[in-house]
């Protein structure tokens, strides 16, 4: 059986590939997505590589193989099943469920998120907007991917469909903004020059950096 590690880095290097549109995954990134030292990630990498789960090339970065991609997407099949099942049964908010479900991911049987994900009515996203994977390894979608709120115009009128961000501060920030999954807002105002978009719920203003808005998946809607 594979490690809690490996299984949270086979994880993080398939994440950071899909947001980035990148099958190859650079070691900085990766080091600063899990929050270790570029020279953990690289023995690690080394690592991955031997047991055969990943491609890795010094200086250029690393890949999964179909094996290591098939254990990613069932680790996130599992999360993001926790994570639903955690907000919809136990009235935990969206801001709560990552670390828990962190904790449980590496502890539960297939055979319980099996039941998970027949008693949800197999859902395609988690309360973030992530696609769950099916078991077969084929990720479910609603239809809307999405694009980053930092490229819509000003004056359209989106709903929020995903958020890539995941920090609890952040998403308890879009909570106290009445911007959570499913919301719209009118973009009033971007400012390039100073690197900052403003939406408008109602009369309520909702104000974020470029850096941010670039982690909000939105699909434009008729006003």
């Known amino acids: 059986m594979p490690s809690l590690t490996v299984e949270n880095y086979l994880k993080a290097i398939w994440q950071i590939g899909a947001n980035t549109g990148s099958s190859s995954v650079s070691t900085g990134k990766l080091a600063q997505s899990l929050k270790v030292s570029p020279g953990t990630v690289t023995s690690m990498q080394k690592a991955l590589a031997e047991a055969g789960l990943a491609e890795y090339r010094p200086y250029e970065g690393v890949s999964l193989t179909e094996a290591g991609r098939t ?36 502890a539960v049987s297939d055979f319980l998120i099996d039941r998970i994900d027949d008693f949800l009515g197999h859902p395609p996203c988690d309360p973030h907007g992530d696609p769950i994977p099916t078991a077969n390894g084929d990720l479910r979608t609603s239809g809307e991917e999405g694009r980053p709120l930092s490229t819509v115009p000003v004056g359209s009128r989106v709903r929020l469909v995903r958020v890539l961000n995941q920090d609890a501060g952040f998403l308890r920030y879009l909570t106290e903004s009445d ?12 400012n ?32």
Do not use: C, Y
């Not at 254990?71 to 009235?91: C, K, P, S, W, Y």
């Not at 911007?179 to 971007?190: K, R, Y």
């Not at 719920?201 to 434009?220: H, S, W």
């Open 192 to 223: 390039e020059a100073a690197g900052l978009v403003s939406l408008r719920r109602g009369d309520r203003p909702v104000a974020m950096g470029r850096a941010a808005a670039e982690q909000l998946l939105v699909v434009i809607v008729p006003k």
């Open 71 to 106: 254990l990613a997407l069932r680790m996130l099949r599992r999360h993001r099943l926790i994570e639903l099942f955690l907000v919809q049964t136990l009235g935990l908010t969206w801001d709560q469920v990552h670390e828990e479900a962190e904790n449980m991911e590496h």
């Open 179 to 190: 911007f959570s999954l499913g919301a719209t807002a009118l973009v009033d105002h971007v």
